[in-house]
T-cell receptor
Framework: NAGVTQTPKFQVLKTGQSMTLQCAQD?????MYWYRQDPGMGLRLIYY???????DKGEVPNGYNVSRLNKREFSLRLESAAPSQTSVYFC??????????????FGPGTRLLVL | AQSVSQHNHHVILSEAASLELGCNYS??????LFWYVQYPGQHLQLLLK??????LVKGIKGFEAEFIKSKFSFNLRKPSVQWSDTAEYFC????????????FGAGTRLTVKP
């Protein structure tokens, strides 16, 4: 099993450009997440999808959109990139069965630089 | 919403030293608590978690953490660190009624000198 995969690994954008970060999981998980990691701030939840067909805002959703394409895939889109969106983006998934202490499994991350 | 504070930004230890990383959360209700670790060049992975029962939980690689409800704390400990424990450690919390809304602390970078 590959677990959670993300593409691309690294991307440089100019201000105003758009791009989509891709995420896929092969663990048959129901729930998927997008986080950003910034120095001194830990991981912050951008959006999540509790199940196929649903998405919800997290702590820092502004400037982002998401699509839960199917059970495996959850994409994050930046419509008009800004320097403040320079960050490392992590995708994660969990089984979504509602069990207490549900573990999230993380992808390798995408480093995004917006100039 | 819940939040997490990690007091130490960077900890430097020599091998065989004991480790304790602080984690405090702010939330009045029942919580699930986690420690995740990110080794250099690797994915974040779960170290240990608490959701009910014995407040002293044991994780992988000899780590343990104690949930002290009265102090809103979930500190991570290891009696004797190794060079291979060099990593960044994140404390996280969510509420059982909303497993999806996970809040992470800022992280603590641990450097273990050989």
């Amino acid at each position: 099993n590959a677990g959670v995969t993300q593409t691309p690994k690294f991307q440089v954008l100019k201000t105003g450009q758009s791009m989509t970060l891709q995420c896929a999981q092969d663990m048959n998980h129901n729930s998927m997440y997008w986080y950003r990691q910034d120095p001194g701030m830990g991981l912050r939840l951008i959006y999540y999808s509790a199940s196929e067909g649903t998405t919800d805002k997290g702590e820092v959703p502004n400037g982002y959109n998401v699509s839960r394409l199917n059970k495996r895939e959850f994409s994050l889109r930046l419509e008009s990139a800004a320097p403040s969106q320079t960050s490392v983006y992590f995708c994660a998934s969990s089984d979504g069965q509602g069990s207490n202490g549900e573990t999230q499994y993380f992808g390798p991350g995408t480093r995004l630089l917006v100039l | 919403a819940q939040s997490v504070s990690q007091h130490n930004h960077h900890v430097i230890l020599s091998e065989a030293a004991s480790l304790e990383l602080g984690c405090n959360y702010s939330y009045g209700g029942t919580v699930n608590l986690f420690w995740y670790v990110q080794y250099p060049g690797q994915h974040l992975q779960l170290l240990l978690k608490y959701f009910s029962g014995d407040p002293l939980v044991k994780g992988i690689k000899g780590f343990e953490a104690e949930f002290i409800k009265s102090k809103f704390s979930f500190n991570l400990r290891k009696p004797s660190v190794q060079w291979s424990d060099t990593a960044e450690y994140f404390c996280a919390v969510n509420a059982p009624y909303n497993n999806n809304d996970m809040r992470f602390g800022a992280g603590t970078r641990l450097t273990v000198k050989p």
